[in-house]
T-cell receptor, first 114, second 112 residues
Framework: KAGVTQTPRYLIKTRGQQVTLSCSPI?????VSWYQQTPGQGLQFLFE???????NKGNFPGRFSGRQFSNSRSEMNVSTLELGDSALYLC?????????????FGPGTRLTVT | QKEVEQDPGPLSVPEGAIVSLNCTYS??????FMWYRQYSRKGPELLMY????GNKEDGRFTAQVDKSSKYISLFIRDSQPSDSATYLC????????????FGAGTQVVVTP
């Protein structure tokens, strides 16, 4: 079974721009969670989607948003980029509505904001 | 105070030794406990998934959960240089809807 895939793998953007990252979950998985990983803050939860509905959201500003499509693929968007948004963005998928804690991660998208 | 505390290391051990890792937590609502391994510039890989208290063994890996002490451990037997990585503990609550709380990660170095 193919794992979680994320595109693009690397991205360089300028302050003030916006960016869209994509995540394809493991086939059959319906829950997708997004995390930001930085050396200083570690892994921090952004939001989770299940069946196209956002069920949970972390403590990030409104510039961070996401959505999920009917095929469970998910995108996250960051608008008005800041230098502090430079990070590894990870998505994780899980297989059942009740076991969204058993998460499998993709390789991540490394975003650099200059 | 962070909800999940994990010593960042680095932890250096000789090949063949037992690696002992642990995390403490403060949130009594955590019911699910996981250990992930992350190699440099890669995504985290799920190693162990446990629910509530007790022990779980999978090959060279043993995970222990003591909910009364709010303490979890991971042991790696017969460590290999390929086990050199950062190990992250993670926890979730029943109603957390996909939100995992991670420790800072412990960097492990296994020397030949």
């Amino acid at each position: 079974k193919a794992g979680v895939t994320q595109t693009p793998r690397y991205l360089i953007k300028t302050r003030g721009q916006q960016v869209t990252l994509s995540c394809s979950p493991i086939s059959g998985h319906r829950s997708v969670s997004w995390y930001q990983q930085t050396p200083g803050q570690g892994l921090q939860f952004l939001f989770e989607y299940f069946s196209e509905t956002q069920r949970n959201k972390g403590n990030f500003p409104g510039r961070f948003s996401g959505r999920q499509f009917s095929n469970s693929r998910s995108e996250m968007n960051v608008s008005t980029l800041e230098l502090g948004d430079s990070a590894l963005y990870l998505c994780a998928s899980s297989g059942s509505r009740d076991r969204t804690n058993e998460q499998y991660f993709g390789p991540g998208t490394r975003l650099t904001v200059t | 105070q962070k909800e999940v505390e994990q010593d960042p290391g680095p932890l250096s051990v000789p090949e063949g030794a037992i690696v002992s890792l642990n995390c403490t937590y403060s949130n009594s609502a955590f019911q699910y406990f996981m250990w992930y391994r992350q190699y440099s510039r890669k995504g985290p890989e799920l190693l162990m998934y446990t629910y509530s208290s007790g022990n779980k063994e999978d090959g060279r890996f043993t995970a222990q959960v003591d909910k009364s002490s709010k303490y979890i451990s991971l042991f790696i037997r017969d460590s290999q240089p390929s086990d050199s990585a950062t190990y992250l503990c993670a926890m979730g609550a029943t109603d957390s809807w996909g939100k995992l709380q991670f420790g800072a990660g412990t960097q492990v170095v296994v020397t030949p």
